[in-house]
């Protein structure tokens, strides 16, 4: 059925009469012409909407895919600066393993700690249904363990800075001067070691350090410590013991006079008593023991903030060679 007028009349050929012959379309006939006629104009139009749509994208198809083409870029952008933080992060973990905490004595963090990854396979689901999901997830991914590293690497940094503050601490404590004034090394009188008694006559370890002086002469805290002992103790005469911490104890003897007492807190360099000749002893000279976690150590060896290496030297073979003890 072709077109149809509704005033119109139409005449159709008919081959059986060989005539034309008025056509009279019933109301069904129109229905089904109309449906006809607009569906085949539908069909049209899509197929033209749509090979359009196939070739030329609409001016705001045109603009997001601008926008997307430039967050790629950016994207990309802040992938390869991450990994530039990332070659920053791992030069100051190696500097901190090999250096810093190998400086204060602090043990090495594993790298599985350093590295651990994050649980949970889910982590990325989100990210994982966006267009150019794999750049995204890679992104996130390495700014997640940046982050991570970051924060193991900030709590290390923090433990070194209090062992840092121990460490100060411990420099101080340390018996690390010599007792008396003696720049020139002229008071040292008998060393540390197996030396002849000065009044059996025989071979007996000597615990401490002899340093001959005047009566009166000022005797000095070696670190920063508490004094545990004042008094009066058999061979040692009047004598002072302090604790230092860290295991250090040091002890003064044969004392005329005492500038402190038990309990007193004392500082490197404080004067805490005067050079006597109480107790076991052969003339007025300072007793001095060095104690560490309860043995004796040889004092000789802690003179570093007060000798150059020369004089430090001279010292130990002083101490060495020295038999004249006064004990
Ligand atoms: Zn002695």
Known sequence: MGLFRKRSAVYLYDPESLSYEKYNPTFRDRVFAFIEYMSTSILISAAIIYLYAQFFDSPMEALLRK??????????????RLTQAFDLLESLQQRDESLYRAIFQAESIPEDI???????????????????????????????ML????????????????LGKRQEERLQCIPAIQPVSNKDLKRLASGYGFRIDPIYRDTRFHAGMD???REGTEIYATGNGKVIYQGYRGNYGNCIEIDHGFGFRTLYAHLSTFKVRIGNQVIRGEVIGAVG???KSTGPHLHYEVILHGKHDNPAKY?????????????????????????
């Open 211 to 213: 340093f001959t002086a």
């Open 67 to 80: 926008d997307n083409a430039m967050l790629q870029e950016q994207y990309e952008l802040l992938d390869s």
């Open 114 to 144: 350093r590295k651990s990854g994050f649980g949970g396979a889910n982590r990325y689901e989100n990210i994982a249904r966006l267009p150019n999901s794999e750049l995204a997830t890679a992104t996130t991914r390495k700014i997640d």
């Open 303 to 327: 003179y570093f903030m007060d000798l150059t290496p020369e004089q430090y030297t001279e010292m130990i073979r002083l101490a060495v060679i020295k038999a004249n003890q006064l004990d």
């Open 147 to 162: 982050e991570k590293q970051i924060y193991v690497q900030s709590n290390s940094l923090d433990e070194l800075v209090n």
């Open 277 to 279: 000749n109480t107790g």
